[in-house]
């Protein structure tokens, strides 16, 4: 992750980078949902799939229609997480003719 990280952040992709997140705040939430997707491909791992599950639960327990910008940013990224899982685990399923 570190080295597509900083590849990202090297002069060569700062269009592609300002595109993609066009203030500090953006780019903060921007590397956060990179890790959080990138460490739900993780399904050995016990205690994340228990916290992603904790996340799920919090993020759609209640339903309003004065969601925050912080609730709404919340369901989209436990869905991500959990649409790359399931990404992740169904390309394994694939026959792969060799």
């Not at 992740?88 to 694939?94: F, L």
């Amino acid at each position: 992750f570190d080295i597509a990280w900083g590849l990202l952040m090297s002069s060569r992709y700062e269009t592609l980078r300002r595109t993609i997140c066009p203030c500090p705040s953006e780019l903060k939430r921007f590397r956060q949902l990179v890790v959080n997707v990138t460490l739900a491909t993780d399904i050995m791992d016990k205690e994340l799939k228990e916290l992603r599950n904790d996340r799920w639960e919090r993020a759609f327990q209640k339903s309003s229609a004065n969601e925050s910008s912080e609730d709404m940013n919340r369901k989209a990224t436990i869905v991500m997480e959990h649409l790359i899982q399931a990404s992740d685990v169904a390309h394994t399923m694939q026959h792969w003719h060799v």
